[in-house]
């Protein structure tokens, strides 16, 4: 409230839809075959429900996400560029090819990485990062000597939220 944020926080159909960045697909045995797809869509009706309900500042509309939801988030910013004012990853388990990046070009980014990730590897989110400077996108990498993937998520909130803070959308 002090801040003045909501947040919220959709599943994304299923913890297997990985919010559409793996693809229309996905899932195994007994998910629906366009798991992938209703995953991103079951974000995208979240968004919609609460500009809906609340005064939402279309040009204050910012992803976050952490590991699964740090690649998702990413996928979102580029499938739908318009719409954020500016995305957070932590750990962002996000794979594929990097040159999707240039649809987000004008989306700055706070990325945090843990030098001694287990789950997703520094070397994956370098790539990203080295992608963001060759585009020329806004962003701030930080990369923790010694840190992991589950602590980094918490630890970064106030520089995320200052960064937030000071990134509105350009229209």
Same mark, same amino acid.
């Not at 005064?55 to 910013?77: E, K």
């Not at 970064?156 to 960064?163: A, E, K, R, V």
């Given at each position: ?22 693809? =229309?697909?996905?899932?195994r ?7 992938? &797809?209703?995953?991103e ?6 968004? &919609?429900l609460? /500009? ?22 990413? %996928?979102? #910013? ?14 962002? #388990? #996000? ?28 070397r ?5 990062? &080295?992608?963001?400077? /060759?585009?020329?996108? =806004? %962003?701030e ?7 992991? %993937?589950? +602590?980094? #998520?918490?630890? %970064? +909130? ?14």
């Amino acid at each position: 409230d002090d801040e003045g944020y909501i947040l919220v926080a959709p599943m994304g159909y299923n913890a297997r839809g990985w919010y559409g960045s793996r693809g =229309k697909g996905g899932g195994r045995r007994g998910d629906p075959p366009n798991l992938g &797809e209703l995953s991103e869509k079951d974000v995208m009706n979240v968004l &919609e429900l609460t /500009q809906e309900e609340f005064q939402i500042d279309p040009n204050r509309i910012y992803l976050f996400g952490h590991s699964m939801g740090g690649g998702g988030s990413m %996928h979102l #910013a580029m499938t739908y560029p318009d719409l954020w004012a500016a995305m957070a990853v932590v750990a962002p #388990a #996000a794979y594929g090819d990097t040159d999707r990046l240039q649809t987000a070009k004008d989306i700055p980014a706070y990325v945090v990485q843990g030098d001694k990730d287990r789950l997703v590897s520094v070397r994956q989110t370098r790539r990203w990062v &080295e992608k963001m400077e /060759q585009i020329g996108m =806004k %962003h701030e990498y930080i990369e923790v000597k010694n840190g992991g %993937h589950v +602590f980094l #998520a918490w630890q %970064h +909130f106030d520089g995320i939220f200052t960064f937030f803070a000071d990134n509105p959308k350009q229209n």
